[in-house]
């Protein structure tokens, strides 16, 4: 409302001068500024009484049958004090030219109700103007804290999910008494760590959401000394880019867990993670067996179905992805524009 009131103060000057400019080519300037005068300040009372005074307290309320009588009212009257103001005026400081000192009393008070009238719906339409801006900013305002909630949510549904697949890799682990046990827990306290603290971040640098892939991946190298079937590839993040955390790893933990990668004759997983040019594309294949994946893990459609949401929350427009499933393989090609964030 500042910002209204100082542009329209600079308004009210500019269109006071320029009537001064016109009037005092048919009377000298002193007598040339009062009646210009005389029109703009009460012009200018009617304009500020009504956007600062009258339509917050009666037109925005429920009383609106209470704007309408007092603002005739006012009306009324500025109108009639216009008007003798103006015979006044024409008694002592008349107008040179030709046919003003000729007009009927009543014009007089006509061009005044007009006068009158003009400041009154413009400074109404400056408020409705205002009040859809204040509207449109709440709506927005109330919609990115829906998209906050809803993106927590989604998030919150993701890492328990993945926590719980990881405690089951350790427990197998420990099952068969493994050497290989201290070093899966160490991986899972790196985890842990990036998706209690990090992962709370709305976003956080590329880098360490791939250092948080690559820890869960030597977890799943844990499993099974062999790994000829599992060809990974991902680049060092360059620059400093920022990504919503937790959004690459379901990919990555879908092709382990649908895969038949145990199988070292059939079974296979291709991961390339490649940051460049301001965007980061996954390409994420295996082999499957002869299943849909969405019909081998119930938990495992809730992870890929939450994920789909977050992208299309937080990458608008903005991401591309394409997932392929014909029975024997599953491949997953995901571009995300991080130049935006």
Sequence with gaps: MKSVIRYSLFAWFVYTVFWVALVTQY???GPGIIRVLSIT??????????????????LDRITKINYFVITGTILFFSTFLGGFIDLFLDLHYPFTFHGVH???????????????????????????????????EESLELKNKMLEAETKALKAQINPH???NSLNNIYSLAQIKSDKTPDAILHLSDILRFVTYESNQDFVDLK???????????????????????????????????????LLIPFIENSFKHSNHEDKEKGWIKIEIKAENGKIKL???????????????????????????????LYPNNHLLILKDDLISYKVEL???LDLK
């Design 27 to 29: 009377i000298e300037l």
């Design 41 to 58: 300040l009460i012009q200018m009372a009617l304009f500020y009484l009504n956007l600062l005074y009258l339509i917050p307290l009666y």
């Design 102 to 136: 000729e007009r009927p009393t009543y014009s007089i008070f006509v061009a005044r109700f007009f006068m009158a009238v003009m400041p009154l719906v413009v400074s109404a339409l400056i408020n409705r103007a205002l009040h859809v801006r204040k509207q449109r």
């Design 162 to 164: 993945f926590l719980f």
């Design 208 to 246: 360490d959401e791939l250092k948080h892939i690559h820890s869960f991946i030597q977890l799943q190298y844990l499993k099974d000394e062999n790994h000829s079937n599992i060809k990974i590839e991902i680049d060092d993040a360059n620059g400093h880019y920022k990504i919503a955390p937790l």
């Design 283 to 313: 390409t994420c294949s295996n082999s499957t067996s002869g299943k849909m994946i969405q019909s081998k893990d119930k938990t495992g459609g809730v992870g890929m179905e939450n994920v789909k949401k977050r992208l299309a929350l």
């Design 335 to 337: 571009e995300i524009n």
